[in-house]
């Protein structure tokens, strides 16, 4: 009787080593998972481009029209939206861009992006003065984008329509 009891025992306690292996094996891989994402290069991270530093940012849409946005707490909010976007590397086989975003710098420069916006998954930009890269938007950064040139457009019908 007293082999079976620590037979008992040392399968119990192997089973225990077992399951705290198996959790600290998730644990680790669940950190390695997170530090991917949190490792993962944003437009913002090589940029350092700051509200300030914008002048206006200048919408030319698919068809030619423009408009622009000089609102310091639009400008502050659209920057926000691009600078979490995460850096994809990889060949964009993809149609032409439905608008196009030019950051009007303080300093005379202007930076071109190029946005991919109109159907539901789309959520992509590129910024070709600097990289190769294009990135991705968040959902949320998406739908502010999106908001603010609701936003510019009613704007610029009031003023011709009025």
Known sequence: MNGMNEWKIRMRMAVAAALFGIGLLSACNHEAGR??????????????????????????????????????????????AIQVASAETAKLDIRPPDMS??????????????????HNNDRLFVDLGRSTEYYTLTAEGKNLILHLLDETRKSLNSRFYA
């Open 35 to 80: 530090d991917m994402v949190v490792g993962k290069r944003t437009w913002g991270q090589p940029h350092h481009i700051r509200a300030e530093d914008i002048s206006s940012l200048i919408i030319t849409d698919s068809s030619g029209n423009t408009g622009s946005i000089v609102s310091r707490n639009a400008i502050g909010q659209f920057l926000e």
């Open 101 to 118: 975003i030019a950051l009007s710098l303080k300093d005379g420069r202007e930076n071109l992006l190029y946005f991919w916006l109109a």
